[in-house]
């Protein structure tokens, strides 16, 4: 900020405050709006949590609440797993088609499809894309041990190793780019971020990505009903600071999440918003000892945005503000 001398002397700044200029009111800027996706079930089970949605009837109901209520993106698993990418497409549109009829702009996207190659764990992104779908695709730039504790207090083996090569990583964004798909670049541990970050640099991350932090929560990822092992980095202000401090310069749009905790009960969810970002919550990260809906989370989001003065963006707000293609 520039600084001049007033007639007697003293410093004072060439740059008005907000709202003011050369004494006359200006209208204040008006807040960015706040992206509150919800992954609406994940790995979650009904026994952990009897109002997961797993089949597509409940996934479309579901979905079609928590857009109305306030989320501009939703995520979901399909209840059909490991096998080819048409039929793992075919099972996601029996929900998709009824949201996408019900809400035209909603915002979806599916998670990778399990079991393969890397190639299988995409293929099942361009029959969405192609039936009009989705925007948005997956992108998990990294490798991470998950899965439960044991009553000694220490990981339980043999836990699940979600890996993801750089061959895997590479054809993640080669196929967001030929089908135009904003990625959903998930950053489990800093090491994806900084694979991520590599991309970006090199101008070769997709339009329309957006970083999503997910921080640990006492109860992990994979923990089933006890506690979880614990991955990256915790849901605190010194991590996001980290996480934002590695970000740097990069202008991507980013959010935050608490896998196996409750974001809306840790310190990232306000501060996030108060220094630009987006929310992630729902039942597939919620580990607290409630057991909510999706709907009751999303509620307690937004009252959240409206408490820090970011109103919650619609999923036309959120295209545009992700740039998706």
């Not at 405050?17 to 807040?31: E, F, H, L, V």
């Not at 919550?281 to 989370?297: C, F, H, K, M, V």
Request: proline residues 9%; negative net charge; aromatic residues 6%.
């Amino acid at each position: 900020m520039g600084r001049k001398l007033d007639h007697n002397g003293h410093s004072r700044s060439s740059r008005a405050g907000p709202g003011i200029r050369s004494g006359i009111a200006t209208p204040a800027k008006p807040a960015t709006p706040a992206i509150i996706e919800v992954a609406i079930n994940g790995v979650t089970t009904k026994a952990a949590n009897p109002n997961v949605p797993r089949s597509p009837d409940e996934v479309i109901a579901d979905a079609v609440a928590c857009l109305e209520g306030g989320a501009a993106i939703v995520h979901s698993h399909s209840d059909v797993v490991g096998v080819p990418g048409a039929a793992a497409a075919a099972r996601y549109l029996e929900a998709y088609r009824p949201i996408l009829a019900a809400r035209p702009d909603a915002l979806l996207y599916p998670t990778v499809n399990f079991g393969g190659s890397a190639e299988d764990s995409c293929a099942h992104l361009e029959p969405l894309k192609a039936a009009g779908a989705i925007r948005i695709g997956v992108l998990d730039p990294g490798s991470v041990n998950l899965g439960p504790v044991g009553d000694d207090g220490v990981p339980r083996a043999p836990g699940v190793v979600y890996a993801n090569s750089f061959a895997t990583i590479h054809h993640q964004v080669d196929e967001c780019h030929r089908l135009g798909l904003g990625p959903s670049v998930a950053i489990y541990e800093p090491g994806f971020l900084q694979t991520a970050l590599a991309f970006w640099r090199a101008g070769r991350m997709p339009t329309g990505a957006m970083i999503k932090f997910y921080f640990c929560g006492p109860n992990g990822y994979l923990g089933g009903a006890g506690p979880g092992a614990a991955f990256g980095l915790p849901p605190t202000e010194k991590a996001l600071d980290a996480y934002l401090e590695l970000l740097g310069e990069c202008d991507l749009p980013w959010s935050v999440a608490v896998f196996g905790g409750d974001l809306l009960a840790a310190p990232v969810a306000g501060l996030a918003l108060e220094r630009g970002g987006h929310l992630h919550i729902g039942l597939e990260d919620y580990g607290g000892s409630r057991r909510p809906t999706n709907a009751e989370l999303l509620e307690e989001a937004v009252l959240l945005c409206d408490k820090v003065g970011r109103p919650p963006a619609s999923s036309a707000e959120a295209a545009s503000i992700l740039r998706l293609p």
